[in-house]
């Protein structure tokens, strides 16, 4: 008996909550991850989009140069790093796909439906140069197959063919800023170039000339001969040719606000290493690089002093003379 009264409970309590089940859902309810403040992809310009992902690209490139300048001793931090040690990039990585890649698929997408080749061309030098840092990084990476949202396992692309894509997107992207267009990126939404079509083809020019130096290994005269080639045409020839994402007030530099800012305020990160301050100043091979000055000021917590000094790698974090001044996001 107490058998058979469990069941018939049971099967009460199921035949109840399969008519609230039937009675509460709705197809409403599966909308409670749509965040009514996000604007849609459809909605979303091309001036919004731009500079975005510009700044994701900045993020990107921090978040690479942290981990690898410790390692090659350029940076130095209280534990230490080398080449063996596991390296993750999980944030270059989200900026290089979710901030850069995703959104540069957009423009062009978007570019390409709006007959605006100058925000096509910008996108796919872009993606070329995001591409070189992720290949680098990781050698063979997702691309061909990353940006459909219902692919949970992109294919990863052999680092060939992501060089041969990369060459594909610089042609494309300089041809695509050839082109007569009434719709381009102004100064107040291209962060890195304020619009100049010509500083962007310069920049693409300049890129196919380093890609091509990386094949030095495999035949050096080769890559040379072709990268001076490249040079030979038009390209960046100068330190206001940079391509420099120039942070404010509110978008703080990472490298001011994780590195700089953090380690005055008794939270040590990293700072110049004294393999790199020894390089520059003439301690190591007796010759001053003029670029010290801009990559490292003067420890100004000590008036007198005149020097450049770096850390040790691996050193600690302990009773460090240093300001914020002493770092080069200042």
């Known amino acids: 008996m107490t058998i058979k009264f469990n069941l018939k409970y049971i099967s009460k309590i199921l035949a109840v909550g399969a008519i609230i089940a039937t009675t509460a859902c709705s197809d409403d309810f599966f909308d409670v991850n749509d965040d009514p403040t996000r604007i849609s992809e459809s909605r979303v310009t091309l001036s919004a989009l731009l500079p975005a992902t510009e700044e994701g690209i900045g993020r990107a490139n921090y978040s690479f140069a942290f981990s690898t300048a410790q390692i090659c001793q350029h940076i130095s931090s209280g534990g230490g790093a080398d080449s063996h040690n596991e390296i993750r990039f ?4 989200s ?3 979710l901030s850069g890649l995703a959104n540069l698929n957009v423009i062009i997408q978007k570019a390409g439906e709006q007959n605006a080749p100058h925000y096509a061309g910008v996108a796919k030098i872009m993606s070329a140069y995001l591409l070189a840092g992720a290949t680098s990084a990781w050698e063979n990476i997702p691309y061909t197959e990353a940006f459909d949202i219902k692919n949970l396992k992109p294919k990863y692309d052999s680092q060939e063919s992501i060089y041969q894509k990369m060459t594909m997107l610089l042609d494309e ?66 330190n206001a040719d940079d391509a420099q994402l120039v942070f404010n007030d509110r978008n703080l530099n990472p490298w001011h606000s994780g590195v700089a800012l953090a380690n005055v305020t008794g939270n040590f990160s990293v700072r110049h290493s004294a393999q ?3 390089a520059m100043s003439g301690v190591t091979f007796g010759v001053w690089d003029p670029r010290l000055p801009l990559i490292a000021g003067r420890l100004t917590a000590n008036a007198s002093q005149t020097t450049w000094i770096g850390a040790e790698n ?9 300001v914020a001044a002493s770092w080069h996001s200042r």
Not at 213 to 233: E, G, Q, R, S, W
Not at 314 to 322: K, R, S, T, V
């Open 90 to 93: 999980d944030g270059g990585w």
């Open 95 to 97: 900026n290089t796909y």
């Open 173 to 238: 992207g300089i041809a695509d800023l050839a082109k007569t267009s009434t719709l381009s990126p102004t100064p107040t939404n291209d962060l890195f170039f304020k619009g100049s079509l010509t500083q962007w083809r310069r920049f693409a020019n300049l890129l196919k000339a380093r890609y091509a130096m990386h094949f030095t290994l495999k035949n050096a005269t080769t890559a040379a001969n072709n990268a001076l080639t490249i040079l030979a045409k038009d390209t960046l020839i100068g």
């Open 276 to 278: 790199l301050i020894d």
């Open 314 to 322: 691996g050193a600690g974090g302990g009773n460090l003379d240093f």
